[in-house]
């Protein structure tokens, strides 16, 4: 770049160009830049650009205040050679970096204000000297393969903190909560997916009088102990995130004020808390041991949008209480033993697009009103990232952080993941495990939007509803282990998105439907269990008897099949008999001549 051409006459200050994939112009681009010395403010995000870390950038401008990298594929070391008092502002986000963060670090980037590394490829330790950071508002380092301990200094030095990220690394150790406690103006703070150990202390008296703490997320760690009781008070949390630890104990808080809470996959015990928070937007308590019934007030949360209480030992039945719910997109009870009716104020949740209850001990019939309210799939906009955060940073631009809603849903025999977009697109009804009984509810075919429907091992009796064909945009469908009778409705070779068919293990009959469309990629265990069905892709042939007419033209054909029977059958016979008969009664005249 040095020996180049091409030298530009005019010196900049500021250049912004993001967003322009500037690809392949990395080299032309490079050595325009090689030439100024002048710059203050730089923004190259999202470009795409390749090659070494331009190091040389920070050497050429001292003056330069912000340097936005991100989004691009630099690769090498993320090396600066000279104290930049200037640069308050550095984002080498989504790029290619790697190894380890220069040691003294903290003396290159005194002043530095905004640091975000993340999604790159550093290793090591954090240098201790990020301690005299002293002006740090923001720190992101998270995925990257950092390990080892944190250093205490950055608790200690950095008390301008207000967003720090280490997540999806591998730090470990045990937290030093004291330090943490002092950052008197976090507001975010995640480390989760490390391998962090420990218990939280139970007094933290300087975290709980944060004003504007808004998101706590140690998830993913090997966190034990109990809950500790300050963290009820932070009043105007947004969301804490403690799934996938070891906590142990009941829920402390006798109120709370979050929007999001998910203190799923650990090892709680006792009741669910009596709470009636109208803030409370997502709330996961799954794969715990929670015991009891659900409480009535529990359910009076009218801004709730998602429940997830699944896999607990929760019993009794399905409080009425929840109709007040009535913004309940994702209702998750599966895996307890809750028994019961299936209760018809569920039918009030017009918003729902997820429901389970499978793996319970409900019995009866299955609500009619399910398929004329539930509104499975009919939903538009974007709904799942939820804001939690809205301030104005020190520049005085406006700053929102998201945080997604993560659920897990049986579809297509496997348990899948979903969340952001895809858990907007999702809708499904699971209630399949339990003791149900009685016909399928005709009305559940105006579940137009649903994609996955599942009603397998229950005793459900009666045919098959002709009116699943309108189930239009369903992509799994298992009524296996129950005892349906009658034949498969042929009109549901119609279902072009079905991906997975289960009626196995039934007292069905009759032909299986046309090997056309979805239906030619099932095999004959979407079929087993049923003895008198016939029909590729089993290996019983149909016969004529097997194969049962449609009900308009079964006398027709019964009329025909008659008529063919007396003219090729009947006259031979009655000949054979009639002359049988007559030489008969001549031979018995011939014996006794009295009569």
Known sequence: MENSDWVPLFKLESLVISNCSLNKLSHQLMTFLFHQHSLRKLDLSHNGLKGPFPDWLFRNNTRLKSATLNHNSFTDHFHLSLCLNSTYVIDVSNNQLNG?????????????????LSDNSFTGSLPSSFGNMSLLNTLDVSLNNFSGEVPKDLFVGCSMLSILVLSNNSFDGHLDWVPISNLTRLSIFEINHNQFSGAIPNELPNFVNIAFFCILDVSNNKMSGRIPTWICNLTFIGGILMQNNNFEGQIPCETTTFKLLDLSHNLLDGSLPLWSNTRLKHLHLEENNFSGSIPEPFLNMSELRTLDISDNKLSGSIPSAISKASNLRILLLGGNQLSGNISTQLCQLTNITLMDLSRNLFFGTIPRCFGHTLSFGIFEGQYWATRFVSFFDDTGDSVFYYLDVEINFVTKCRLSSYKDDILTYMSGLDLSCNNLTGEIPLELGQL??????????????????????????????DLSHNRLSGEIPPQLIELTFLEVFSVAYNNLSGRTPDMKAQFGTFDASSYDGNPFLCGLPLEKNCTRRDDSPTPMHSSNVSDEKWYKVDQTVFFPSFLVTYIMFCMGVITVLYINTHW
């Open 100 to 116: 380890k963060l220069q040691q003294n670090i903290g003396e290159i980037l005194p002043n530095i204000w905004y640091l975000k």
């Open 448 to 477: 137009q939007g649903i994609h996955a429907l599942n009603l397998s091992h229950n005793q459900l009796t009666g045919s098959i509803p002709k009116s699943f064909s309108d189930l239009t945009k369903v992509e799994s469908l």
